[in-house]
């Protein structure tokens, strides 16, 4: 089991930025091994935070409904590759690492050292290799390491016999960490909900002044972070937008309203069946995990075992109450995967090799085992062997660029690109389509600077070939075609405006 220092373990640590590197190299279509990330949410983000780059501001100039920070980690990753996903996979991996360096130490916590190490491979291969992962720079990937590490300081703070407590700067990391979750994507906010709740529970029933204050410190991480983030909105004159794109039409204009007590269990239920069916390693090792650490006293006290229940079910809800969304909601659940290694590592005690020699060996034929089934679970590495120039949006760019085009919009379709391959700086804030339910007023403000002829270029895509907006100042000028999964090419149109 996990010695009771708790100072860091730069093996470990190398170990799983080594095996963050390779996996996301594989699954993430952000990686280098692929010619482009043509996945339709991660452009949106990327077009945003590079642009930011140049004075633009989220929710004012471009509009999506994600959280701000999400943004402001794209920007960063334009920071090293304004053309490329090259940072962004870059800032993928150093987030895999963390996420991979606190499960290891969930693991420790129960099982023996050895457990922890194999395990740290396995949980990358189940985490990123299935459906839930997409295609790489979600809003669940990079909040993978604050549920990580809050699964950690939990399961050390509740493992049986435990009299370990969180000091009070621990509480307020994690309140840190909530707040980030907030500014990303506050329907991923059931889990850090969840983990306070049960610590206050703890402490009132033992420590009543220390659980206020707990709590207090917690909501101070929460506001300090919200600081910051209305800080920068206010500078920039955007609080109004803020509020507008990222909580209210997200609210109103995004899930869908039970219309019964019943229907957030409903949405639950299917959501995590569907997330169950589809990402078959994930699944056996959350439910053989869940199962272990509920059902046998030896993991947990009877207060985590508890806490654990709520852990699981407020994530859910928060995340599938409104509606049973995508199938990326279920990588989320990630962050549960260490307590299935650890009851796998616990069951498999005794043939689990001693340190040395043999577990390094062990160790590194499990790696490169794991790294050959990426290759073959992974839904995205059809796409490795296409090259760049191949891609409608390489062809494209480089008839804009030959035209002397500065103007550019995607209509009717996500952003796949377009944008950043011909390094065009959007002059609508409904840059692209959004999936929101009631997207007329936007819609409708793109369609009067159609009308008007205001762009250079506008890219349709198969069903949206022709609009009647188009008719009167643009012509046809390109069509080329991408790869899909299912071996149906997508048809993207090129219109230029009539001089």
């Given amino acids: 089991m996990e010695q009771k220092s708790a100072r860091f373990d730069p093996l470990l640590a190398a170990l799983c930025a080594g095996t963050a590197a390779v996996l996301l ?12 990330h043509c996945g339709g949410d991660a452009n949106i983000y990327f077009t945003i935070g590079r642009n930011m780059l140049d004075g633009l501001v989220p929710y004012r100039d471009l509009i999506d409904q994600k959280g701000p920070l999400l943004f402001f980690i794209q920007m960063l990753g334009a920071l090293v590759s304004r053309q490329s996903f090259l940072g962004v996979w870059l800032l993928e991996v150093a987030a895999g690492t963390v996420f991979l360096y606190f499960s290891a130490r969930t693991v420790q916590l129960f099982a023996p050292r050895a457990a922890a190490l194999l395990g740290v491979p396995l949980t990358a291969l189940a985490a990123w290799s299935g459906d839930a992962f997409a295609s790489g720079s979600t809003a669940e990937e990079y909040t993978l390491p604050a549920l990580a590490f809050g699964l950690y300081l939990f399961c050390r ?40 709740a049960s610590f206050a529970l703890l402490l009132w029933l033992g420590e009543k002044d220390f659980a206020v204050r707990a709590c207090l410190v917690f909501l101070g991480g929460m506001a300090a972070v919200s600081a910051a983030v ?7 004159g955007a609080l109004d937008e803020l509020w507008d794109v990222y909580f209210y039409r997200n ?40 199962l272990a650490a509920v059902l046998s006293r030896s993991m947990l006290a009877p207060a985590g075992r508890a806490g654990l229940c709520a852990l699981v079910f407020f994530t859910a809800l928060f995340m599938w109450g409104a509606s049973r969304g995508f199938p990326y909601y279920g990588l989320l659940f990630a962050c ?33 085992v794991c790294a050959a089934l990426s290759l073959w679970l992974s839904p995205n590495t059809w796409f490795m062997g296409y090259e760049r120039e191949e891609l409608p949006q390489s062809i494209f760019a480089d008839y804009i660029r030959e035209q002397g085009g500065e103007t550019l919009l995607t209509w009717g379709i996500l ?30 403000m793109a369609a009067d600077m159609v009308r008007r002829g205001e762009f250079d270029f506008v890219v349709t895509a198969n069903n949206h070939a022709m609009y009647e907006e188009l008719t009167e100042h643009y012509e046809l000028v390109l069509t080329a075609t991408e790869p899909t999964p299912d071996g149906r090419d997508a048809f993207f149109n090129l219109y230029q405006r009539v001089k």
């Fill in 157 to 196: 703070a509740f493992a049986r016999d435990s009299r370990w407590r969180p000091a009070l700067p621990l509480f307020f990391v994690n309140g840190l960490l909530a707040g980030a979750v907030l500014w990303t994507k506050y329907t991923m906010l059931g889990f850090h909900f969840a983990w306070m």
């Fill in 25 to 36: 190299a594989v699954c993430s279509w952000s990686s280098p091994l692929y010619p482009y």
């Fill in 415 to 444: 952003d796949v690109g377009f944008y950043t391959f011909s390094d065009i700086t959007p002059t609508c804030p409904y840059f692209c389509r959004l999936n929101l339910f009631d997207n007329e007023e936007l819609e409708g």
């Fill in 230 to 236: 209305l800080a920068w909105f206010g500078a920039n």
């Fill in 251 to 290: 609210i109103f204009h995004y899930g869908t309203p039970a219309t019964h007590w019943s229907e957030p269990l409903y949405n639950i239920f299917m959501a995590g069946a569907e997330t169950l069916l589809r990402n078959p390693l994930l699944a056996v090792l959350c439910v053989l995990g869940a």
């Fill in 336 to 368: 549960f995967l260490p307590l299935g290694v650890a009851a796998a590592g616990r069951a498999a005690q005794r043939f689990l090799p001693r340190p040395g020699k043999l577990l390094a060996g062990a160790l590194a034929e499990l790696c490169a």
